[in-house]
């Protein structure tokens, strides 16, 4: 059974940085994306950022490019999502999500790409 863990949400103030980090367990090899959503109350799940864990692709929403860098770690298992620059509009919960196959580039922003969530993180920016 997959299993997603999040860790690193809190609270910060606007222009600081905040990691989070996203271990997976029950999968095997490479392929497949592992990625984050975020979600604010009264509003639909809004993609973040994705990548395939083989390296090939990846992809940032507009809001967050230049600002928030994925990464993984695949000797654990994990992403990680640094966010500097933080803005007030970042404040949401953080959903980290992975796809059951390996998607191409244009799917990696498709909430239905992905088959397996996590129980989500909540960052909060703010003064």
């Known amino acids: 059974q997959v299993h997603l863990v999040e860790s690193g949400g809190g609270l910060v103030q606007p222009g600081g940085s905040l990691r989070l980090a996203c271990t997976i367990s029950?999968?095997?090899?490479?392929?497949?994306?592992m990625g984050w959503f975020r979600q604010v109350p009264g509003k639909e799940r809004e993609f973040v950022v994705s990548?395939?864990?083989?390296?090939?692709?990846?992809s940032y929403a507009e809001p967050v490019k230049g600002r928030f860098t994925i990464s993984k770690d695949n000797a654990k298992n994990s992403v990680y999502l640094q966010m500097d620059s933080l803005k007030p509009e970042d404040t949401a919960v953080y959903y980290c999500?992975?796809?059951?196959?390996?998607?191409?580039?244009?799917?990696?922003?498709?909430?239905?790409?992905?088959?397996?969530w996590g129980q989500g993180t909540q960052v909060t920016v703010s003064s």
């Open positions: 990548m395939s864990m083989n390296g090939a692709r990846r």
């Open positions: 999500v992975s796809s059951r196959g390996n998607p191409i580039l244009s799917s990696l922003g498709k909430i239905e790409t992905y088959a397996y």
């Open positions: 029950g999968r095997t090899g490479r392929d497949y994306a």
